[in-house]
């Protein structure tokens, strides 16, 4: 076994323990299926919206979801829609019956880190979907809390806030200056020690260096 393969089967068994469903993969196609093929016809979904995460549209499943008659799609995104459109319907989101999204960090002993500017993602994980998949690589597991607030503040949110060209401080250096920018997006953490109920948060860990 590999080295990586060791470390994502440790945090896989971690999160397993800690009420986590949790698959491994070897890339985002095999993720991909396992999602379309295993899990979600083991949910009775008629609502699904998403968090933003790179990791999750590399695997394409919303394309996969968009061809699926009876699922209703809650699109909060799209770049011609007014904010406080968009605002209402991330609102909307959080009553959807599965909720898509990544996670900025996940330590090796099975919890979740996440730091979002408005809210909306770490709200989604934490309560209102119904379910929760989270597509996730290798790059994202820290051995600690520790390290996982670390990596979350120094490469996830500057590289996110460079993305989305924010004029925060962190955009131009890349480290975190625990500023008080208009445009922080730092300011609502989410740390996830156990799940529950148990096997409402479902996570694909896949076997490659993905998003941020």
Request: hydrophobic share 40%; aromatic share 6%.
């Amino acid at each position: 076994m590999s080295i990586h393969a060791e470390m994502l089967q440790h945090c896989a068994d971690n999160l397993t323990s800690n009420g986590f469903e949790v698959f491994i993969t070897t890339d985002t196609d095999q993720a991909r299926e396992i999602f379309m093929q295993q899990i979600l016809p083991g949910l009775a979904v008629k609502t699904v919206s998403w968090g933003d995460s790179l990791t999750m549209k590399a695997t394409g499943v919303l394309k996969e979801l968009e061809q699926l008659a009876g699922i209703e799609i809650i699109r909060t995104f799209e770049k011609d829609v007014p904010w406080k459109e968009l605002i209402e319907r991330r609102r909307q989101a959080l009553l959807c019956d599965l909720f898509l999204s990544g996670s900025n960090a996940v330590t090796a002993d099975g919890r979740l880190v996440n730091l979002d500017m408005i809210g909306n993602r770490t709200g989604g994980i934490t309560f209102g979907p119904k379910k929760v998949t989270l597509f996730i690589g290798r790059n994202k597991i820290a051995t600690d809390l520790e390290s996982a607030v670390h990596r979350v503040k120094n490469i996830a949110a500057p590289l996110n806030a460079k993305r989305h060209d924010l004029k925060t401080p962190c955009a131009q250096t890349g480290r975190c200056h625990d500023c008080s920018s208009p445009q922080r997006i730092c300011n609502s953490w989410s740390i996830i020690d156990k799940c529950y109920p148990k096997g409402r948060i479902k996570i694909i860990l896949i076997d490659k260096e993905l998003g941020l």
